[in-house]
């Protein structure tokens, strides 16, 4: 049975890829999703985000390949290890266990910039991405271009190459809410709303809010 991607639907035999613990696809498949989807649409913070923190995430490599130690390249699979959430999944910061002990070789490089969380011997990252997510203010009048809600609060992502940079929430940009990014498949549908039928990959995430005495655009 093949394994394909939720949002963009790419078959992953022979790739790695991230397979959510507590859902299932619409046809009863794993629920999973590409290492390209999770970073550059943030697919896994934008599920945690809409559905909760308590939907981890399993690494799953490809038959006879293994996840390595960025430090001492040793293969991670089967045991306890390391991840930096805050790294891109594909290329990202992995530690074994004796390279993270007290007194290891790592101990005399440079630390690593960010906080890293646990990874267990079945690949199941045991924290929620979305729970180390630190996006900027989005500014208070942003509206999803998918279902119209305004103001969003909480995470919205915002294509980048449709955003302007400074001002990120313009109506000649392309953001959406957490629930339709996740359920809409919104980041990766983006011909579907966008008035040039373009299909951008990347996001950014930001944080909508509401702040008083602002007036929103009129419906």
């Not at 949002?7 to 790695?16: F, S």
């Not at 790294?87 to 440079?110: A, E, I, Q, V």
């Not at 953001?175 to 709303?193: F, I, N, P, Q, S």
């Amino acid at each position: 049975m093949p394994i394909i991607c939720y949002l963009c639907e790419e078959d992953l035999e022979g790739k790695y890829y991230l397979e959510c613990t507590k859902c299932m696809s619409f046809n009863g498949d794993p629920f999973v999703y590409c290492l390209s989807c999770a970073d550059e649409r943030k697919a896994v913070v934008a599920h945690q985000a809409n559905r909760g923190n308590d939907h981890l995430f399993k690494r799953v490599p490809p038959p006879g390949r293994r996840w390595l130690c960025d430090v001492c390249n040793s293969g991670l699979n089967g045991t306890t290890c390391y991840t930096c959430p805050t790294c891109p999944f594909d290329g990202g910061f992995d530690m074994c266990l004796n390279c993270s002990s007290p007194g290891s070789r790592y101990n005399s490089k440079p630390r690593h910039e960010h906080q890293m969380i646990a990874v267990l011997p079945d690949g199941l990252i045991s924290q929620s991405h979305f729970s180390f997510v630190r996006p900027r203010y989005a500014g208070p009048a942003c509206w999803c271009d998918s279902c119209g809600t305004e103001p969003v609060v909480g995470l919205v992502l915002s294509c980048v190459k449709c955003c302007n940079a400074s001002s990120p929430c313009k109506k000649d940009g392309y953001d959406v809410c957490a629930k339709c990014a996740d359920e809409d498949r919104g980041t990766y549908l983006h011909w579907r709303w966008s008035p040039k039928k373009e299909q951008h990959g990347t996001f950014r995430m930001l944080q909508g809010g509401i702040q008083l005495g602002v007036s929103y655009r009129s419906k």
